[in-house]
């Protein structure tokens, strides 16, 4: 295989350390006739020749007495929890210990990052097992080759209507596996055109293939679901979920996709959302929609995922009661319990749409009787198009460790999505993923630190951000201790600088519309979207609270307090729940002007300083990868300024208030 062709991204081991040895490998209750343990080994023996130089030697042969043989011994410990494992080295090798196949190929994989960030062989050790039952990437991948919100290339998936299955598909599902993902769903949740037609023959031995190669890499696939199949395919006038019709048209459909896709995880829907059909056209319940689906599919041992991504996409911008914050819990929350055992409601992190900063969206833990699953992106959609630098762990942890008060102790989101707080064994993460077929997968050579770090974060959600930026950078790259701190502070800071310049205390948008990159105040302001800033002469921000449009109430008590009331609501997330003048003195001393002012200013200068910061690696990072990265940051310092220049350009000419620093605005 020509690995020329594309990166092995954080699977590139570099050498760590000089081995004296080499590797047999000995089973009790695993084989290497099960192809998961097949896999396991392969991973092993490419990783840990790359990493020491130690071979590992073919079964059967004895090299015993020409050098040290250790022993990588896979053991059935069905005491270990599912997908987890326990790994231990001796001076005698390393023993690799789970209940299922998963366990030991998740074992391995953390036996190469040990030893990849340092420790000898002798010195692995780790029990884990998995925070969420589901971890999953969502691809948005339309199968004309074009990505929804993609930055990084066409579709590795899909070409001209047709599924790709090659090199580069094993070379995926090997990355998938490393950090823990276990489920993949391969087209966009907008699902036209062709894609309508994965469910038919048309598709079913590319997409049979497909699921082998993910199975083996303990993946399942899943795909995402045209709720209007019946009429689009299946020739019929209605999809309503009640009809008799209906409901016998997907069971023929199922148990045909089951025939043929044995391995399919189930499916994912996006209904009632932008355009899309579902069950309100025949008012009809978001469960009447997802339990018919679900029960269908139950036989097969599938599951529906449901999104909850529903609003009004057809505003007046002059109707100041609408509010499409209030959007998903309105629609979703009457509906608690009411759910099926086999379905999951997937829930994007913020109650509007993955904004640099929102709020936890409430219906998180407001459910308390529904299998919940959380959403955010990867694909930098509004976080700067992997062009800007923008390490989002840091994000995603804060919303994993939000109390949502929804019961006493397991109350926060972690919690929730994970089971702990309902005893629930349905439910996980799901990152709407930032890969394509550049040849480093993610456009950014950096943006990869995401794709990496959601993976890890998923399996231990315990892990921080800067735990996993070091893992990152150090199976990346060859650095010394001092440029992988620079890199990991670089990463570590790019969050809050890139807030700093756009949108700011937590009220979004203000991006060009459609394609989301760059500054454009008003872009998204007086349009149907329902994403509204209400700058005025006097003030900005929307008016959240019980005087306004009642968003803050639909959180717990001490949450909806917290965010009512101006003096203490968290400063980050002002604008998004009060409107207020813009002489307001914040905590830092600073009105709200000169706040605006300042972060803007220190927002693109901390911009320059991640450029500089990434100059002073060049003799360190390979040349290609560090001309790669440095065009971007070449970007970002226009972005940047543009952004500072615009956002202050227009407050200072909708206020009259001038910078108290005499700064160039214009
Ligand atoms: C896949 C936003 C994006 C759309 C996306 C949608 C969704 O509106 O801009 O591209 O559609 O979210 O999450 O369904």
Redesign the pocket.
Known sequence: MDTKKWTQLWLEYHKAYDGDGAWSVAFEGFSDNQVVIANAIYEFRRGIEALTGEMVLESGRDDAGKCKVRTLTICNNQSVPAEGYHIEGSEKGILVEASEERGVLYGVFAILRQIACGRKSFEVKESAAPSNPLRMMNH?DNMDGSI??GYSGESFFFEKDQIIINDRTRDYARFMASVGINGVVIN???VKAAASYLITDRYFDQLARLSEIFNDYGIRLYLSLNFASPIEIGGMDTCDPLDKEVKAWWEGKIKEVYERLPLLGGFLV?AD??G?PGPFTYGRTQADGANMLGDVIKAYGGIIIW?C?VYNCTQDWRDTKTDRARAGYDYFKDLDGAYHDNVILQI?NGPM??QIREPVSPLLGGLKRTNQML?V?IAQ?YTGHQIDLCYLIPLFKEVLDFHTHCCEGKDTVADVVSGRTMGNTLGGMAA?INTGNDINWTGDDLAAANTYGFGRLSYNTDLSAEEIAREWITMTFKLSKKEEDLLCSMLLRSREIYEKYTSPLGIGWMVTPND?YGPSVDGYEYSRWGTYHRADHLGIGVDRTDKGTGYAQQYYPENAKLYNDPDSCPEELLLFFHHVPYTRMLKSGKTLIQHIYDSHFEGEEEARGLARDWESLKDSIPSETFDRVKERFDLQLNNAREWRDQVNSYFFRKSGIADEKGRTIY
Do not use: T
């Open positions: 948005w929804e919100r966009n949740v907008n996006k959302s932008e899309r999104r991504f994007k749409d993955f959403e992106q959609e709407v989301h």
